[in-house]
């Protein structure tokens, strides 16, 4: 099972949306630690309202209590008595206190969370697990006690934990989704080009060199890419010429040895001499047509394949062989127009001259991509030389060879590597109803 996209940019958005929950998921368990207690806002309320009226006790006459009925709500009770508080308080209970102790000069103060139970004064407003009653109890200067009583909302850890996720959502995401795709907007430009040049360089195309942009892996990249299609193009280009310079070389001498065996008496011997000299004059042209393949500079481009097959077949037709072609009405492929002519015409050619009737076929096969089947009506050829047809020079004898004359070997090998060049296949079988069938499968473009 996949875990993640295997887009660069559906990872990084994956990453980012499980970087969000592992912060939230943080900064919930470090809200869990402080579950329960009182919200400051609320505490720093209260302790407030303490401070204030034990200033205004301290002013006012003892026998002066009616003011603190101002303080008296009913989430607040203040009053004063001579009843001393105990002073017994835990690690809350003393963080308040020392904040108090900070504020005014008190003799002694008392706090507890929660309140005592004291039957004598009414119950304060305290409902559900949000509220908490806090009770601090401060000495007077003439030995009385300020007693306040007040409920305070208490830290909820799933409404914090919300509204930190909100929070983080809301604000987090977009910025981030804007900084993500401007970044993998960065990366994903040179890589795409990247692809594509390695894409078009594997059918035979010659490319500029690429712009080197991006990260500094990318450009690394880019700058081994440019050097490796430098160097193979240089290769191709190097070769070409040499085999351009033997075939100039060698077309002179036979030239000549053409004219001096044309100029012999007619015998056997001057037959055989013209032929031989041919056949070398064709192995020649058609070596130099091999190796120059895909040296052409010749740019992909959107082709109808069903038209270029039918015209193959009618060029068959018009001599009289016997060719069928079972295709779509039109189907669009873009390749090398000139090399996917050779290669699939050199197809039709030999099933034609060695397999007689032949049915051709063309189908978009979804997936697999466009599959081209050419079927002859011959005698097929022995398994073990399946592969061996596609080696330069190489020729089958008997039922497959019966015309020679004009064929050196290599138009299956021609047609594999002008196959090839497209990123295709071509495989052989011997089909069950007789005859060799060619199966090529071409990439979808």
């Given at each position: 099972?996949?875990?993640?996209?295997?887009?660069?940019?559906?990872?990084?958005?994956?990453?980012?949306?499980?970087?969000?929950?592992?912060?939230?998921?943080f900064?919930?368990?470090?809200?869990?630690?402080?579950?329960?207690?009182?919200?400051?806002i609320?505490?720093?309320?209260?302790?407030?309202?303490?401070?204030?009226?034990?200033?205004?006790?301290?002013?006012q006459?003892?026998?002066?209590?009616r003011?603190?009925d101002?303080?008296?709500?009913?989430?607040?009770?203040?009053?004063?008595?001579?009843?001393?508080?105990?002073?017994?308080?835990?690690?809350?209970?003393?963080?308040?206190?020392?904040?108090?102790?900070?504020?005014?000069?008190?003799?002694?103060?008392?706090?507890?969370?929660?309140?005592?139970?004291?039957?004598?004064?009414?119950?304060?407003?305290v409902?559900?697990?949000?509220?908490?009653?806090?009770?601090?109890?401060?000495?007077?200067?003439?030995?009385?006690?300020?007693?306040?009583?007040?409920?305070?909302?208490?830290?909820?850890?799933?409404r914090?934990?919300?509204?930190?996720?909100?929070?983080?959502?809301?604000?987090?995401?977009?910025?981030?989704?804007?900084?993500?795709?401007?970044?993998?907007?960065?990366?994903?430009?040179?890589?795409?080009?990247?692809?594509?040049?390695?894409?078009?360089?594997?059918?035979?195309?010659?490319?500029?060199?690429?712009?080197?942009?991006?990260?500094d892996?990318?450009?690394?990249?880019?700058?081994?890419?440019?050097?490796?299609?430098?160097?193979?193009t240089?290769?191709?280009?190097?070769?070409t010429?040499?085999l351009?310079?033997?075939?100039h070389?060698?077309?002179?001498?036979?030239?000549?040895?053409?004219l001096?065996?044309?100029?012999?008496?007619?015998?056997?011997?001057?037959t055989?001499?013209?032929?031989?000299?041919?056949?070398?004059?064709?192995?020649?042209?058609?070596?130099?047509?091999?190796?120059?393949?895909?040296?052409?500079?010749?740019?992909?481009?959107?082709?109808?394949?069903?038209?270029?097959?039918?015209?193959?077949?009618?060029?068959?037709?018009?001599l009289?062989?016997?060719?069928?072609?079972?295709?779509?009405?039109?189907?669009?492929?873009?390749?090398?127009?000139?090399?996917?002519?050779?290669?699939?015409g050199?197809?039709?050619?030999?099933?034609?001259?060695?397999?007689?009737a032949?049915?051709?076929?063309?189908?978009?096969?979804g997936?697999?991509?466009?599959?081209?089947?050419?079927?002859?009506?011959?005698?097929?050829?022995?398994?073990?030389?399946?592969?061996r047809?596609?080696?330069?020079?190489?020729?089958?004898d008997?039922?497959?060879?019966?015309?020679?004359?004009?064929?050196?070997?290599?138009?299956?090998?021609?047609?594999?590597?002008c196959?090839?060049?497209?990123?295709?296949?071509?495989?052989?079988?011997?089909?069950?109803?007789?005859?060799?069938?060619?199966?090529?499968?071409?990439?979808q473009?």
């Amino acid at each position: 099972m996949k875990l993640l996209p295997r887009s660069l940019g559906g990872q990084l958005a994956a990453l980012m949306l499980g970087g969000f929950l592992v912060g939230s998921l943080f900064g919930t368990i470090g809200l869990w630690s402080r579950a329960g207690a009182l919200h400051p806002i609320a505490r720093e309320h209260a302790l407030s309202r303490t401070l204030t009226a034990y200033r205004l006790a301290e002013q006012q006459p003892a026998a002066n209590t009616r003011w603190l009925d101002t303080f008296n709500t009913q989430v607040a009770q203040l009053w004063i008595d001579t009843t001393p508080s105990p002073i017994s308080m835990g690690e809350r209970e003393l963080e308040l206190a020392a904040a108090l102790r900070e504020r005014l000069a008190a003799s002694a103060v008392a706090v507890r969370i929660p309140c005592r139970p004291d039957a004598g004064r009414p119950a304060l407003q305290v409902a559900g697990s949000e509220l908490e009653c806090l009770e601090i109890d401060l000495a007077l200067g003439d030995g009385r006690w300020l007693h306040t009583r007040q409920t305070l909302p208490v830290q909820s850890l799933w409404r914090e934990s919300w509204q930190l996720l909100r929070f983080s959502l809301l604000m987090g995401i977009p910025p981030v989704l804007i900084l993500m795709y401007l970044f993998v907007n960065r990366i994903l430009r040179p890589t795409t080009a990247l692809t594509e040049a390695a894409e078009r360089m594997s059918r035979g195309e010659r490319l500029e060199p690429l712009h080197v942009q991006g990260p500094d892996e990318i450009r690394e990249i880019a700058v081994a890419f440019n050097e490796m299609h430098e160097r193979i193009t240089r290769f191709v280009d190097e070769r070409t010429r040499m085999l351009a310079a033997i075939s100039h070389d060698l077309r002179t001498p036979l030239t000549s040895l053409v004219l001096q065996a044309a100029m012999l008496p007619e015998s056997e011997e001057r037959t055989e001499m013209l032929r031989t000299l041919e056949e070398v004059r064709l192995m020649v042209d058609e070596t130099l047509r091999f190796a120059t393949a895909n040296a052409r500079a010749e740019a992909s481009e959107p082709v109808d394949l069903a038209r270029l097959l039918r015209e193959l077949c009618d060029r068959h037709i018009a001599l009289g062989r016997q060719v069928s072609l079972h295709a779509p009405a039109a189907l669009t492929y873009r390749c090398r127009p000139m090399a996917m002519r050779r290669g699939l015409g050199n197809l039709i050619e030999n099933a034609v001259t060695y397999g007689g009737a032949t049915r051709v076929s063309l189908e978009n096969a979804g997936d697999e991509g466009v599959l081209v089947v050419i079927q002859d009506s011959g005698p097929g050829i022995p398994e073990d030389m399946m592969e061996r047809v596609f080696e330069p020079f190489f020729q089958l004898d008997a039922a497959r060879n019966r015309d020679a004359s004009s064929s050196v070997g290599l138009g299956l090998a021609i047609a594999r590597d002008c196959i090839q060049a497209h990123g295709g296949s071509i495989s052989l079988r011997n089909a069950d109803e007789g005859g060799l069938a060619v199966r090529v499968v071409l990439p979808q473009a």
